[in-house]
């Protein structure tokens, strides 16, 4: 089942339980005190805060996403794209847990042919408060395994906003992928954000009032009036597995990318894992360029502006470690909007100009790189020049910062010439440019409306994004 076939699958079904369907916002977050669009619930948050009536009851979208903090997992992880698409399903005060658990259960087990996804029942386990009966009685009443539900302290499974409000268990489906991918998790301690367990879908419970506390440590002082449900589920991870993939990256909207790069570079994907991490990055990295400047962001050196100019630079540093010195841009976007146009004819109509400002910091980073290598070569020669050749802290962080070379790229260059580079020097020396800018920006600070309850929002979203959680078993028995 192709990607865009699982989206609108999942748009006919929240229809057909009378969910009004709501469009994508974009990237660009329609809050401004988060950069991006993160989750699928985003546009909803006065609704799931209370501090808005909603226009309906109930609500479904497919919530184009951008996080910034899973750059690093890109190509390593099997689940983490810098861009990717958020399915959900939302009530404002009207069903609650156990609706919430019944549609999720007949959605991921319904056989395909009638409208579901068609996952085996025995391979989903589910993460839950273990204080939530209630959950518990629902998922089991559904029909899932008991061996499968893992209760887990309010530390690794509760929605919060960071401030007394809104607070909330949630219950994460994971997929198990089969022994191949890991011990199984029953009684033990496995991570599920190993390769085995694949979380595939977060319903978060808006259920009580909270009061004031540290991190997970507060009071819960009653139930909400209005209750929401909140839920969002990875369409690239149920791509993955719906198509047999190993990984995000193998799915027939980035897979496209990774095929042209081996053609271009004459590497194989699936021949060296150095390379397949560099493959599968620029996959991802070309679409997000896509998908950012489709919505009007350009390259800058700071805020979203930066993000892009990140993604661009990566793409084409993977590709030159890769061996390719020619700008890669031109070969590579139009191969993603032909994946990405199917789900956003924008892309298609609007690609001249994504083209022309992707090719042109292309071209931009392309002449730094030229400029840096010049100087870079200086260095070396220099430093091959004593015993025990080494570029300094000072060498490294002039390159990045006067140069745009990347500390990878510096890294990278300088072992193929059989030098050291001084990293402890560089990374002192960028600590002290960022906490310069650090306490400029904090100067620059003016008064301006109060977003500090989304700001806390996205912190506690974050926070929660970064949290291992544990599967300890089933012990309420
Ligand atoms: P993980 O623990 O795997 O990083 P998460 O707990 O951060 O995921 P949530 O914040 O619960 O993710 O988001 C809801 C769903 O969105 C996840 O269950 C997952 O299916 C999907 N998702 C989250 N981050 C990504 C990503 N970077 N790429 C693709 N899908 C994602
Ligand atoms: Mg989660
Ligand atoms: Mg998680
Ligand atoms: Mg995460």
Redesign the pocket.
């Given at each position: 089942m192709r990607t865009a076939e699982i989206r609108q699958r999942w748009l006919d079904y929240f229809a057909s339980k009378d969910h009004e369907i709501v469009p994508s916002v974009p990237l660009i977050s329609p809050d401004p005190s988060i950069l991006f669009t993160i989750?699928g619930m985003v546009p909803f948050i006065p609704y799931i805060l209370g501090t808005q009536d909603a226009p309906w009851p109930r609500a479904a979208n497919v919530q184009k996403?951008i996080?910034t903090n899973?750059i690093e997992?890109v190509g390593r992880t099997t689940?983490?794209?810098?861009f990717?698409q958020?399915m959900g399903n939302f009530s404002f005060g009207d069903y609650f847990k156990e609706g919430a658990i019944e549609l999720a259960w007949e959605l991921l087990t319904s056989p395909q042919d009638a409208g579901g996804f068609g996952l085996d029942p025995d391979r989903l386990w589910v993460t839950t408060w273990d204080q939530d009966a209630e959950a518990l009685d629902a998922l089991l009443r559904v029909g899932v395994d008991r061996r499968h539900v893992v209760r887990l302290p309010r530390q690794e499974n509760f929605w919060d906003t960071g401030q007394p409000g809104p607070a909330g268990p949630c219950a994460?489906w994971h997929y198990d992928r089969g022994p191949e991918f890991g011990p199984e998790a029953e009684g033990g301690t496995v991570d599920p954000?190993g390769d085995r367990y694949l979380?595939?879908?977060?319903l978060v419970f808006d259920q009580f009032v909270r009061g004031e506390g540290r991190g997970k440590d507060y009071p819960l002082l009653g139930e909400l009036e209005q209750k929401a449900i909140d839920t969002?589920?990875?369409l690239?991870?149920i791509a993955y597995l719906l198509q047999g993939k190993n990984n995000?990256y193998e799915t027939d909207e980035v897979f496209p990318v990774i095929a042209q790069a081996q053609e271009i570079t004459g590497r194989r994907y699936g021949a060296v894992t150095e390379d397949d991490v560099r493959l599968r990055v620029v996959g991802d990295h070309v679409r997000s360029s896509l998908m950012l400047i489709g919505d009007g962001v350009t390259p800058s050196n700071e805020g979203r502006g930066y993000v892009l100019r990140r993604l661009v630079r990566r793409t084409v540093r993977s590709m030159r470690l890769l061996g390719v010195e020619e700008p890669v841009m031109p070969h590579l976007l139009p191969v993603s909007r032909d994946a990405m146009a199917v789900s956003y004819p924008e892309v298609a109509r609007d690609f001249e100009r994504i083209a022309q400002v992707a090719y042109g910091e292309e071209e931009a980073f392309l002449r730094t790189l030229t400029a840096g290598t010049t100087i870079f070569e200086g260095a070396v020669a220099k430093a091959k020049s004593t015993p025990a050749p080494v570029l300094t802290g000072e060498q490294a962080f002039a390159l990045h910062d006067t140069y745009g070379f990347p500390i990878d790229l510096t890294l990278e260059m300088a072992s193929e010439h059989g030098v050291d580079v001084d990293e402890q020097a560089f990374r002192t020396l960028m600590q002290a440019q960022r906490d310069r800018a650090r306490a400029d920006a904090l100067a620059k600070k003016t008064g301006h409306a109060d977003t500090s309850a989304y700001q806390q929002l996205h912190q506690a979203?974050s926070a929660?994004?970064g949290a291992p959680?544990r599967f300890a078993g089933y012990t309420d028995a």
């Amino acid at each position: 089942m192709r990607t865009a076939e699982i989206r609108q699958r999942w748009l006919d079904y929240f229809a057909s339980k009378d969910h009004e369907i709501v469009p994508s916002v974009p990237l660009i977050s329609p809050d401004p005190s988060i950069l991006f669009t993160i989750a699928g619930m985003v546009p909803f948050i006065p609704y799931i805060l209370g501090t808005q009536d909603a226009p309906w009851p109930r609500a479904a979208n497919v919530q184009k996403c951008i996080r910034t903090n899973d750059i690093e997992n890109v190509g390593r992880t099997t689940r983490h794209g810098t861009f990717f698409q958020m399915m959900g399903n939302f009530s404002f005060g009207d069903y609650f847990k156990e609706g919430a658990i019944e549609l999720a259960w007949e959605l991921l087990t319904s056989p395909q042919d009638a409208g579901g996804f068609g996952l085996d029942p025995d391979r989903l386990w589910v993460t839950t408060w273990d204080q939530d009966a209630e959950a518990l009685d629902a998922l089991l009443r559904v029909g899932v395994d008991r061996r499968h539900v893992v209760r887990l302290p309010r530390q690794e499974n509760f929605w919060d906003t960071g401030q007394p409000g809104p607070a909330g268990p949630c219950a994460e489906w994971h997929y198990d992928r089969g022994p191949e991918f890991g011990p199984e998790a029953e009684g033990g301690t496995v991570d599920p954000g190993g390769d085995r367990y694949l979380e595939i879908w977060n319903l978060v419970f808006d259920q009580f009032v909270r009061g004031e506390g540290r991190g997970k440590d507060y009071p819960l002082l009653g139930e909400l009036e209005q209750k929401a449900i909140d839920t969002g589920a990875g369409l690239e991870r149920i791509a993955y597995l719906l198509q047999g993939k190993n990984n995000l990256y193998e799915t027939d909207e980035v897979f496209p990318v990774i095929a042209q790069a081996q053609e271009i570079t004459g590497r194989r994907y699936g021949a060296v894992t150095e390379d397949d991490v560099r493959l599968r990055v620029v996959g991802d990295h070309v679409r997000s360029s896509l998908m950012l400047i489709g919505d009007g962001v350009t390259p800058s050196n700071e805020g979203r502006g930066y993000v892009l100019r990140r993604l661009v630079r990566r793409t084409v540093r993977s590709m030159r470690l890769l061996g390719v010195e020619e700008p890669v841009m031109p070969h590579l976007l139009p191969v993603s909007r032909d994946a990405m146009a199917v789900s956003y004819p924008e892309v298609a109509r609007d690609f001249e100009r994504i083209a022309q400002v992707a090719y042109g910091e292309e071209e931009a980073f392309l002449r730094t790189l030229t400029a840096g290598t010049t100087i870079f070569e200086g260095a070396v020669a220099k430093a091959k020049s004593t015993p025990a050749p080494v570029l300094t802290g000072e060498q490294a962080f002039a390159l990045h910062d006067t140069y745009g070379f990347p500390i990878d790229l510096t890294l990278e260059m300088a072992s193929e010439h059989g030098v050291d580079v001084d990293e402890q020097a560089f990374r002192t020396l960028m600590q002290a440019q960022r906490d310069r800018a650090r306490a400029d920006a904090l100067a620059k600070k003016t008064g301006h409306a109060d977003t500090s309850a989304y700001q806390q929002l996205h912190q506690a979203l974050s926070a929660e994004q970064g949290a291992p959680v544990r599967f300890a078993g089933y012990t309420d028995a």
